[in-house]
């Protein structure tokens, strides 16, 4: 059975902190669900988005639809607000020229109420962001 997917602004999650803005392309795209929709970054590196949910999930997996990102860290946070973050993940992506790279990272049924996403270093100049995915289920509460 599938879960649901915690990043969908349709299922609540809100975008609260982007490092970078283009109109053309901005950062709520990664939920919207369309992989041929992305956010751009404009330039340095580290850049990171944070993506909070409506309450706490669990989540058994997350996965991510980019283009050109080298060095990738997934962090979470319980709290009500989106602070005191631990990492989950840090991993190396490979380069898939003129594809997208598609990760999955399944994690033991974790909790969270946000997840930020660092890009630490990248293929090229700019990065895009086209899908994430945070499967799970609510938090009976």
Known sequence: MR???WCLSSAGAALVLATSSD??????SVMDGNSETFWTTT???????II?????VKISKVAIQSYL??????????SEDPVGFEECIEKDL???????????????????????????SAFDHFVSVH????????ENT
């Open 69 to 78: 990102v080298r060095t990738l860290r997934i962090e979470r946070s319980v």
């Open 52 to 56: 909070g949910f409506p309450r706490c």
């Open 94 to 120: 490979e380069h898939t020229e003129g594809q997208l790279q598609k990760e999955e990272f399944p994690l033991p049924e974790f909790q969270a109420t946000y997840l930020r996403f660092i890009i630490k």
């Open 23 to 28: 109109e053309q392309h901005p950062a709520e």
């Open 131 to 138: 899908r994430v995915i945070a499967e799970g289920a609510a």
């Open 3 to 5: 879960g649901t997917d």
């Open 43 to 49: 330039g340095m590196f580290p850049q990171e988005f």
